[in-house]
């Protein structure tokens, strides 16, 4: 697998596909990629939860974390190094980079993953840190 087919989606990626919202059609695309080896980090689940309980869905989590289980090819955990390299990259942003955010930019660095998203926190992060591409609209 060739590195630039790595993707890493962070929470708003998989937002803005499951609740149809701009860049829906481009995490389409790469679950349709059989090129793509399209990846979770874990904190995503915890993100996906506070997403449906601000609109009321709570309860559909387990059904849908499942989908997304299915559909992605690997969810990465959560250890030290991707935490010690969370530092590293908060060290060298350029402006405010979330805990969490910082945790799934290391995990898609230490993955060898282009990180998909449309959250500016990630910009914060110079390019030679951190491949990544962000998709249209973002949130809130």
Known sequence: MSRDRQILLDSSA???HL???PGAGEVR???HDPQAEVSL???TALELLAALNSRGGGD???GIWRQYRQIVDSVRPLDEPVTLKAVELRRGADG???NGDALIAATAVLTG???VHRDVHFLAIPGDL???RSLPGKLP
């Open 29 to 31: 695309a790469l679950f």
């Open 41 to 43: 980090c874990i904190l």
């Open 96 to 98: 405010r980079l979330p």
């Open 19 to 21: 609740f149809d919202e």
């Open 14 to 16: 998989v937002f803005a």
């Open 113 to 115: 993953a282009t990180l």
């Open 130 to 132: 951190l491949r990544q």
């Open 60 to 62: 559909r989590f387990d």
